[in-house]
């Protein structure tokens, strides 16, 4: 079965299709099917209104399933910032380097122990008669002094997890504990259900 993805983030599409094509469910972008969806306004309040907001256009616009992931990292020390504002953090969305740069200029000086921080995914999947799965996973850390590693995307290079950054974690470890990956065993648990 065929869901359409709500993004155009190679990363997530890659992230996506390892864990649920097992359940026989293909992830595929407009771009692949040679078709441009509307851009949608993301002015949900949480993640999950975001996600919702994505897969619920994608869906009525294709007439097939539509998955969507709204997805951020909240800092405890900055109050939950960036949260849904993290891949325009900085105020260019989906630059990593100056989102990174910002974080670090505003942690400067702040302790290890106070730099604990967790990622979220909110994903949403809209089907067209009307069904609807809403899941969120998250992953606990805190933010490193530095980047470290390449691998991964956003905030990555300075997210570590048992002292270790995301950037250093290959993408079958990362699966295992990121929120993404928390996110996706859920869907995929309540996919199984309907599909």
Do not use: W
Request: net charge negative; proline share 3%.
């Amino acid at each position: 079965m065929d869901f359409i993805l709500a993004t155009n983030n190679m990363k997530k599409l890659a992230e996506m299709q390892r864990i649920l094509s097992p359940l026989g469910i293909n992830v595929v972008t407009a771009k692949m099917l040679g078709i441009t969806l509307e851009e949608v306004e993301e002015d949900g309040d949480t993640f999950e209104a975001n996600a919702k907001i994505k897969a619920l256009a994608a869906c009525k616009e294709t007439n097939m399933p539509a998955i969507a992931d709204d997805s951020g990292l909240c800092v405890d020390y900055l109050d939950g910032a960036p949260g849904i504002f993290s891949a325009r953090f900085a105020g260019d969305h989906g630059n990593d380097e100056l989102n990174n740069d910002l974080l670090l200029e505003k942690l400067e000086g702040v302790p290890a122990e106070e730099r604990t921080a967790h990622y979220v995914c909110a994903i949403c999947c809209e089907f067209p008669d009307g069904k609807e799965i809403i899941v969120r996973g998250e992953c606990e850390g805190y933010i490193g002094f530095e980047r470290d590693g390449n691998e991964g995307f956003g905030y990555d290079p300075l997210f570590l997890v048992e002292g270790r950054a995301f950037g250093r974690y290959t993408a079958e470890e990362k699966d295992k504990i990121s929120h993404r990956g928390k996110a996706l065993r859920l869907l995929t648990k309540e996919l199984e259900k309907i599909v």
